[in-house]
Protein backbone atom coordinates (compact mmCIF):
# COMPACT_ATOMS: atom_id res chain seq x y z
CA UNK A 1 0.00 0.00 0.00
CA UNK A 2 1.44 3.17 -0.84
CA UNK A 3 0.91 6.16 1.77
CA UNK A 4 -0.25 9.78 0.84
CA UNK A 5 0.23 12.57 3.14
CA UNK A 6 -0.46 16.34 1.83
CA UNK A 7 -0.68 19.63 4.04
CA UNK A 8 -1.54 23.16 2.62
CA UNK A 9 0.16 26.49 2.76
CA UNK A 10 -1.81 29.61 2.63
CA UNK A 11 0.42 32.47 0.46
CA UNK A 12 0.03 35.90 -1.88
CA UNK A 13 1.33 36.78 -4.93
CA UNK A 14 3.33 40.30 -5.20
CA UNK A 15 3.78 42.69 -7.89
CA UNK A 16 7.29 41.75 -8.32
CA UNK A 17 6.22 37.49 -9.11
CA UNK A 18 8.65 37.45 -12.17
CA UNK A 19 8.82 33.65 -11.56
CA UNK A 20 12.08 33.63 -14.32
CA UNK A 21 14.53 31.46 -12.00
CA UNK A 22 15.43 28.70 -13.98
CA UNK A 23 16.47 25.94 -11.03
CA UNK A 24 14.27 27.01 -8.44
CA UNK A 25 10.39 27.76 -6.96
CA UNK A 26 10.41 29.00 -3.70
CA UNK A 27 7.68 30.68 -1.34
CA UNK A 28 7.81 32.50 2.00
CA UNK A 29 6.28 33.78 4.74
CA UNK A 30 8.02 37.02 4.32
CA UNK A 31 5.91 39.80 3.29
CA UNK A 32 7.82 41.67 0.93
CA UNK A 33 9.60 41.26 -2.78
CA UNK A 34 11.99 42.76 -4.34
CA UNK A 35 12.41 42.40 -8.58
CA UNK A 36 15.97 40.31 -7.80
CA UNK A 37 13.64 37.70 -6.15
CA UNK A 38 12.78 35.71 -9.36
CA UNK A 39 12.55 32.40 -8.37
CA UNK A 40 9.48 33.37 -5.25
CA UNK A 41 6.35 33.27 -6.07
CA UNK A 42 4.12 33.46 -3.21
CA UNK A 43 4.99 35.91 0.31
CA UNK A 44 2.90 35.94 3.79
CA UNK A 45 3.17 32.21 3.87
CA UNK A 46 1.22 30.84 6.54
CA UNK A 47 3.93 28.26 6.96
CA UNK A 48 7.53 27.50 6.39
CA UNK A 49 9.03 24.10 6.22
CA UNK A 50 9.90 23.86 9.88
CA UNK A 51 5.35 23.77 10.13
CA UNK A 52 4.87 21.16 7.71
CA UNK A 53 3.05 18.03 9.44
CA UNK A 54 5.45 15.59 11.17
CA UNK A 55 3.26 12.88 9.01
CA UNK A 56 4.64 14.67 5.71
CA UNK A 57 8.19 15.33 7.09
CA UNK A 58 8.81 11.54 7.42
CA UNK A 59 7.35 10.60 4.42
CA UNK A 60 9.93 13.03 2.06
CA UNK A 61 12.60 12.46 4.26
CA UNK A 62 11.98 8.52 3.04
CA UNK A 63 14.45 7.50 0.12
CA UNK A 64 12.05 6.82 -2.79
CA UNK A 65 9.32 9.39 -1.66
CA UNK A 66 7.88 11.14 -4.09
CA UNK A 67 6.68 14.86 -3.61
CA UNK A 68 4.40 16.56 -5.58
CA UNK A 69 3.66 20.45 -5.37
CA UNK A 70 0.15 22.09 -6.22
CA UNK A 71 0.14 25.74 -6.77
CA UNK A 72 -3.51 26.88 -6.99
CA UNK A 73 -5.13 30.30 -7.39
CA UNK A 74 -8.70 30.95 -8.51
CA UNK A 75 -9.05 28.70 -11.62
CA UNK A 76 -5.58 28.47 -12.42
CA UNK A 77 -2.91 25.98 -11.31
CA UNK A 78 -0.12 24.02 -12.03
CA UNK A 79 1.88 21.46 -10.19
CA UNK A 80 5.52 20.08 -9.86
CA UNK A 81 7.40 16.27 -9.46
CA UNK A 82 10.34 15.81 -7.67
CA UNK A 83 12.02 13.17 -5.22
CA UNK A 84 12.71 13.75 -1.65
CA UNK A 85 15.88 12.57 0.93
CA UNK A 86 16.88 11.33 3.98
CA UNK A 87 19.36 14.27 3.80
CA UNK A 88 16.72 16.58 3.81
CA UNK A 89 16.22 18.78 7.21
CA UNK A 90 12.93 20.66 6.34
CA UNK A 91 13.57 23.38 9.37
CA UNK A 92 13.69 26.49 7.43
CA UNK A 93 11.17 28.66 9.77
CA UNK A 94 10.41 30.99 6.90
CA UNK A 95 10.68 29.17 3.21
CA UNK A 96 10.42 26.23 1.36
CA UNK A 97 12.60 26.02 -1.87
CA UNK A 98 11.89 23.48 -4.67
CA UNK A 99 14.78 22.30 -6.84
CA UNK A 100 15.67 21.18 -9.84
CA UNK A 101 19.01 20.23 -8.82
CA UNK A 102 20.18 17.82 -5.78
CA UNK A 103 21.21 20.37 -3.84
CA UNK A 104 20.04 20.62 -0.44
CA UNK A 105 20.04 23.18 2.77
CA UNK A 106 17.89 23.46 5.47
CA UNK A 107 14.92 25.17 2.94
CA UNK A 108 15.36 22.76 0.83
CA UNK A 109 11.46 20.62 0.17
CA UNK A 110 12.23 18.22 -2.86
CA UNK A 111 15.08 18.04 -4.66
CA UNK A 112 14.96 16.62 -8.64
CA UNK A 113 11.73 18.80 -9.55
CA UNK A 114 10.94 18.57 -13.21
CA UNK A 115 10.26 22.40 -13.19
CA UNK A 116 11.58 25.70 -11.94
CA UNK A 117 9.75 28.76 -11.65
CA UNK A 118 10.35 30.14 -15.37
CA UNK A 119 8.22 26.73 -16.20
CA UNK A 120 4.93 27.92 -14.38
CA UNK A 121 1.91 28.60 -15.93
CA UNK A 122 1.80 31.91 -17.11
CA UNK A 123 -1.85 32.82 -16.47
CA UNK A 124 -1.18 31.89 -13.34
CA UNK A 125 2.27 33.50 -12.59
CA UNK A 126 0.18 36.43 -14.10
CA UNK A 127 -2.58 36.28 -11.41
CA UNK A 128 0.16 35.94 -8.55
CA UNK A 129 1.74 39.19 -9.96
CA UNK A 130 -1.78 41.11 -9.15
CA UNK A 131 -1.47 40.47 -5.67
CA UNK A 132 -3.86 37.12 -5.59
CA UNK A 133 -4.24 34.80 -2.90
CA UNK A 134 -1.92 31.60 -3.26
CA UNK A 135 -2.52 27.90 -2.30
CA UNK A 136 0.43 25.49 -1.96
CA UNK A 137 -0.26 21.83 -1.92
CA UNK A 138 2.98 19.63 -0.59
CA UNK A 139 1.94 15.61 -1.29
CA UNK A 140 4.35 13.30 0.10
CA UNK A 141 4.10 10.13 -1.24
CA UNK A 142 5.76 6.91 0.01
CA UNK A 143 6.93 4.20 -2.38
CA UNK A 144 8.88 2.14 0.03
CA UNK A 145 5.75 0.41 1.34
CA UNK A 146 5.87 -3.11 1.25
CA UNK A 147 4.30 -4.05 -2.34
CA UNK A 148 3.85 -7.98 -1.40
CA UNK A 149 0.60 -9.33 -2.76
CA UNK A 150 -1.03 -11.44 -0.40
CA UNK A 151 -1.18 -14.99 -1.13
CA UNK A 152 1.13 -14.46 -4.93
CA UNK A 153 3.90 -17.02 -4.81
CA UNK A 154 7.70 -15.90 -6.35
Not at 105 to 118: Q, S, Y
Request: proline share 3%.
Amino acid sequence: MVKVVIDQIRAWGHINVSARHRTTIEVTKDDYLTPRGDCIIGIRADKGLADLKPELKEVIRKDKSLVIVLFSSGEYFDYVIGHGSPKLSLSHSTKLIIRRSSYIDDATLMIKANKAAADLNRVLIDRLKKGAPLLVYVIGVDLEQDTAIEGSST
